[in-house]
């Protein structure tokens, strides 16, 4: 079977910046600008993440300066509004946090960062505390195994998993792209070598070019 999923804690960055719920409004914009990050955490007590502020949230101190918004914008933007007036990041933090657990599976980063509309996310123990952050680019690191890895993985939690006894079945694999191949006594397993393929990190697409014993035609997953 393919193996176990690589988990946030094995990409994600470890060191990283955050500031306490008291830290200034300009602490907060020097910070971002010293680290170049566009967001970071906001801890309390022994690192338990109660919030994330970013550059979004700063910026209706900004565009705000200086308007007179007629009142049914001032009702549509009252958030937008009370943070224009907010000077610390307790007032300014998006809370609660939107973050994940170290063990979870990559894929359910990506999830949450969907769902959300984040680009990273705090990564958190399960007591709350700050362990990390994992980004969009943390999680495209599986795409950066090398085809041998690939390949060797495919051949051994896949085709030695379901084909046991066949060495007609071929892996190759090119840009991420692994290519099944062969000739099969029973053509029913062909989808589900294709599933299992697809679950290997790293992998781009599968495709399947098996034939059936006897036959002449090639067989594609469904």
């Keep these: 079977m393919p193996e176990t999923p690589h988990i946030v804690s094995d990409v994600m960055t470890r060191t990283v910046v955050a500031v306490g719920r008291d830290a200034s409004f300009k602490e907060l914009v020097e910070t971002l600008s010293q680290w170049h990050v566009s967001a970071m955490p906001v801890l309390e007590g022994e690192g338990r993440v109660i919030g994330v502020v970013s550059e979004a ?6 565009e705000f300066r200086d308007s007179d918004p007629d009142r049914f ?5 009252l958030p937008d509004l009370a943070k224009a007036g907010a000077v610390t990041a307790e007032e300014l933090m998006s809370s609660p946090a939107v973050s994940v657990h170290t063990d979870a599976t990559l894929a359910e980063a990506a999830r949450i960062m969907a769902v959300k509309g984040v680009k990273r996310l705090p990564v958190v123990d399960a007591e709350g505390k700050l362990q990390g952050i994992v980004s969009r680019g943390d999680l495209l690191k599986v795409f950066l195994r090398s085809e041998e890895d690939i390949e060797e993985e ?22 991420g792209v692994v290519t099944l191949s062969g000739q099969l006594a029973d053509t029913a397993l062909i989808p589900v070598a294709a599933r299992l393929t697809r679950a290997v990190e790293g992998v781009v697409d599968v495709e399947c070019h098996f034939r059936g014993v006897g036959r002449d035609e090639p067989h594609h997953p469904t």
Excluded: C, G, I, W
């Design 57 to 62: 949230d700063l910026l209706p101190k900004e």
């Design 73 to 77: 914008e001032q009702l549509r933007r």
């Design 154 to 175: 495919v051949r051994r939690t896949v085709v030695s998993y379901l084909f046991p006894d066949n060495s007609s079945v071929r892996v190759r694999v090119a840009d």
